[in-house]
C-alpha cells in the first residue's frame, strides 16, 4: 500500500465516517462499506421449496455513496434437486435504505409491485478481537473493526410475504469503488410458489 493510500485510510478511520443514506457512487470513495447477506426459506404454493438470498452493498463518505440490492431465489424439489437461479438487481435512493448504526441496515423499496422490506441487527464480537485489513488493487483498502457486525437477526418481506432467516452484517472503513447492481435475470411476474391457490399461502420455513 502506498503512503499516500495509508495517509487517506488513516484519514477516514479517524474520522470514523459514519454511513449515511445512499445516492448515486462514484469509484475511490473514502469512507464506510456495508456488505450484509440473509437467507430464508420458503415453502411455496407449488409444493416446491423456495430458497431465497438477499445481498445489500453500500458505500459513504467522500466524495460520494451509494446502494444496491440483489434478490435471488431458486426452487427445489423433495429430492434435494433445483432449478435455475433468478435475480433481481436494485439500485437504491437516499430514501430507500438506512443505517441507525454501525450492526444495523434497513430497506425498504419495490420488486415485482410488492412491497421489499429488509432488516439487519448484528450482534458484533468481542472488542477484544483483532482487526483485519484488506487490499485489492487501487480501488479497496480496507479495515475490518471486530466490535461491529456478525451474525444478524434478519428479516424480510418479499413477493408479498414475510420471513426470517439467517443474517450476517459486514461492515469495513477505507477506500472503496463503486457499488454495481446485480444484472436482472428474473421474470417481470411473481414466481408461481408466491401466488395464492385455492386459499393457500405460501409459508415461511426458516423463521
Wanted: net charge positive.
Amino acid at each position: 500500500m502506498s503512503g499516500r493510500r495509508r495517509s487517506i485510510l488513516a484519514g477516514a478511520l479517524a474520522a470514523g465516517v459514519a454511513l449515511a443514506p445512499a445516492v448515486s457512487a462514484t469509484p475511490s470513495t473514502v469512507g464506510q462499506h456495508h456488505k450484509d447477506t440473509g437467507s430464508a426459506v420458503v415453502r411455496g404454493t407449488d409444493g416446491l421449496t423456495y430458497q431465497v438470498t438477499f445481498e445489500l452493498d453500500a458505500t459513504a463518505g467522500n466524495p460520494s455513496q451509494g446502494a444496491v440490492v440483489s434478490v435471488q431465489y431458486k426452487a427445489c424439489k423433495h429430492n434435494g434437486s433445483c432449478g435455475f437461479t433468478y435475480t433481481y438487481g436494485l439500485a437504491l435512493s437516499a430514501s430507500q435504505v438506512s443505517f441507525p448504526d454501525a450492526n444495523t441496515a434497513v430497506v425498504t423499496a419495490t420488486l415485482l409491485g410488492k412491497p421489499l422490506h429488509l432488516r439487519w441487527t448484528a450482534h458484533p464480537g468481542s472488542p477484544g478481537s483483532s482487526f483485519s485489513a484488506r487490499s485489492e488493487g487501487d480501488d479497496l483498502v480496507a479495515v475490518r473493526d471486530p466490535a461491529s457486525g456478525g451474525p444478524a437477526d434478519f428479516a424480510a418481506s418479499f413477493f408479498g410475504m414475510s420471513c426470517g432467516g439467517n443474517g450476517e452484517v459486514f461492515n469495513e472503513y477505507g477506500i472503496f469503488g463503486t457499488p454495481v447492481a446485480t444484472e436482472t435475470t428474473g421474470k417481470s411476474r411473481l414466481p408461481a410458489g408466491f401466488a395464492a391457490k385455492r386459499g393457500h399461502k405460501p409459508s415461511c420455513q426458516s423463521g
